[in-house]
């Protein structure tokens, strides 16, 4: 199993697990309160009197003993240290904090600690065929939640009325929420990169773009789509439109198991240096989704180059923005397989005008 490998990988004899995403990733557990415990041999569940039930259901078909521990989860994850003569204690030194780690060392007498870094990250990059099935479903809420709200898109509609029903009709249909806050950006407001939906009323013509997604099962979905509304796009307009677009393109078409994340940034960005457009195109790529709607590998010159495997899931978002004209970004989630790709979004990429 997956937590042995890497115990025997840190040369450690036991791992504590705190962060609730890896907690649910390795045991199946959905709550907001329980650490695990592995041991070379032993899986523990540690959790109050609130969570025993949903535990037994969640974790023990996966292996896991509930222990249920009522004061402090410490004392009994210190208990089951010494019952298991553990003296090397792998943690995730990433998402402790300084006072969980004080309280550690409080109740850990004797032990040595040893950081996990980013190998939970790095585990998280290939998914399951499960986890796959439900960004896919998690992609298709985000497309049909779209598509509901195409006939408030108008003037005059405000950005945060759209963002709020955007999210209303996710949640409709089976959505936990959405995945971060919805930008919903019109006219100027496009050109930023991260415009989360405001007071702004939409104009009579120009760019809205969206950038939403969702939590389904605990799994992100990511989706930009950039629209013109109205029906006299400028020639700049369509040539900004359009060679984002190419350059999405060129970079999904070059998706396959070997290729590296920084040779698909260069793809796109190359396409769109060739068109005079680089500067406005400061960010990276893309990024992995999964748990989080950030994950490895960071797909973008800024991050490490990492090796496109099969059943990673990453977005592709290549983005001009030019500041008081306008942006667009369009960005689909794609599962990289052997030989090519899946596209997880079905909404249309074609220049939508309303
Ligand atoms: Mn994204």
Redesign the pocket.
């Known amino acids: 199993m997956k937590l042995n490998k890497i115990m025997d990988q840190k040369n450690a004899d036991a791992i504590l697990i705190t962060n609730m995403l890896n907690v649910r990733y390795f045991s199946g557990f959905t709550g907001t309160t329980g650490v695990v415990l592995a041991t070379g041999e032993k899986r523990y569940f540690i959790t109050d009197f609130r969570y025993t039930e949903q535990a037994d259901a969640q974790v023990v078909p996966n292996g896991f003993e509930v222990v249920r521990e009522d004061r402090q989860p410490l004392e009994r994850v210190a208990e089951l240290l010494k019952e298991n003569s553990v003296k090397r204690l792998a943690i995730e030194d990433t998402s402790v904090s300084l006072s969980q780690f004080r309280s550690f060392e409080k109740n850990f007498e004797g032990i040595d600690f040893v950081d996990l870094g980013d190998i939970f990250l790095r585990e998280r990059m290939i998914k399951t065929p499960e986890e796959i099935e439900i960004i896919r479903e998690a992609a298709r809420i985000t497309d049909e939640a779209f598509a509901a709200i195409k006939p408030l898109i108008k003037e005059g509609a405000v950005e945060k009325d759209l963002s709020t029903e955007l999210e209303y009709q996710m949640k409709k249909r089976g959505a936990d929420g959405p995945s971060f806050d919805i930008i919903v950006a019109s006219n100027y407001r496009s050109a930023m990169p991260h415009g989360v939906a405001s007071e702004k009323k939409l104009e009579s013509e120009g760019f809205v773009k969206f950038?939403f997604?969702c939590f389904y099962k605990g799994y992100a979905s990511?989706m930009?789509r950039t629209i013109y509304l109205g029906s006299n796009p400028t020639e700049k307009h369509l040539e900004v439109y359009n060679t984002v677009r190419e350059a999405q393109e060129l970079a999904v078409k070059s998706v396959k198991a070997g290729v590296t994340t920084r040779e698909l940034d260069r793809i796109a960005r190359e396409y769109i240096e060739g068109k005079g457009y680089g500067e406005y195109f400061a960010h990276g790529l893309?990024?992995g989704?999964g748990l989080q709607?950030?994950e490895y590998p960071g797909v973008s010159f800024k991050a490490e180059e990492i090796v496109l495997e099969e059943n990673m899931v990453i977005?592709i978002?290549p983005g001009i923005y030019l500041e008081g004209f306008g942006g667009v970004r369009i960005?689909d989630d794609i599962v990289v397989k052997r030989d090519g790709y899946e596209i997880l979004n079905g909404t249309t990429k074609d220049l939508v005008k309303l």
């Open positions: 950038d997604g990511d930009t893309g990024h989704i709607i950030h977005t978002e960005e």
